[in-house]
């Protein structure tokens, strides 16, 4: 089985890899692209501005996370209906995009913090699974899926520590554990660019208790380290697949 993480609207690099898989794709999170931190691309130039995303981007890189929500609300005060739905438009085709692009893979997908959990569900195509907080058998495995992202800035991947443990406990004990998010392991948690830490502590203790044999996961574009263990488990950051184009497979 193959995992990837943080696809952000690369459709063109998910098909290729589809076309050439050799077993069950397992996709943790972040399909669609609202910023690309590297380039500025993504929804949020299209609709709001480019000048305006560079500014954002350039106060959380600083790690101004208060000043960088304060501009983006400024941005949007007076015309917040208008907002919505331009980017309810550009997020529905930038889901039917990358959906296409999963067609005919045997898939199993949950989500980051960046998705519209309801959205991506109801786009997948007939070879793809949504899963969330279950245990699948893959490959003589049990492979336990958790979807969400930390709170951040309210969107509507985010759940809290809470909603993470109670979907911890829900799947118990399993030898794969696929995430989104990392543990909070600074080495693992921590992002090169702008260095604010990611991790979830439920999931770190869930890997103390129940000590799967692998944990994959993603959010974190430019981690500190892509693998590390905690106890017997082997955590692995299978991401960013908008810039490696590339899958991990389980194992290798």
């Known amino acids: 089985m193959w995992f990837v993480a943080d696809v952000h609207g690369a459709a063109q690099a998910m098909r290729r890899l589809v076309d050439r898989l050799d077993g069950p794709l397992v996709v943790l999170g972040d399909l669609i692209n609202l910023v690309d931190y590297r380039t ?22 600083e790690g101004r996370f208060d000043a960088a929500s304060e501009l983006w609300r400024a941005h949007a005060r007076g015309r917040e209906e208008e907002l919505r739905r331009r980017y ?48 699948l058998e893959l490959e003589g495995h049990t492979v336990g899926i958790v979807g969400g ?45 702008g260095g604010r830490q990611k991790g979830s502590e439920p999931l770190a203790d869930y890997l103390v208790d129940a000590r799967p044999a692998y944990h994959y996961f993603g959010d974190i574009h430019q981690p500190q380290a892509t693998t590390w263990r905690v106890g017997g488990t082997r955590c692995v950051n299978v991401g960013y697949f908008r810039a490696t184009g590339r899958a991990v497979r389980h194992g290798g």
């Open 40 to 61: 500025l691309d993504g929804i949020a130039a299209e609709v709001s501005g480019r000048d305006l995303v560079a500014r954002f981007v350039a106060l959380r890189s």
């Open 88 to 135: 309810d438009a550009a997020i529905e085709l930038a889901y039917e995009e990358i959906c296409a692009a999963l067609v005919g893979a045997e898939a199993y997908v949950t989500y980051g913090n960046v998705d519209h959990p309801a959205r991506l569900a109801e786009r997948l195509p007939a070879t793809a699974r949504f899963v969330d907080a279950e245990v």
């Open 149 to 193: 992202g930390l709170p951040s800035i309210g969107s509507p991947g985010e759940i809290s520590d809470d909603e993470m443990a109670d979907k911890l406990r829900r799947i118990g004990p399993v030898e794969i554990l696929g995430t989104h998010v990392p543990p909070a392991v600074p080495a693992l948690a921590r992002d090169v660019i």
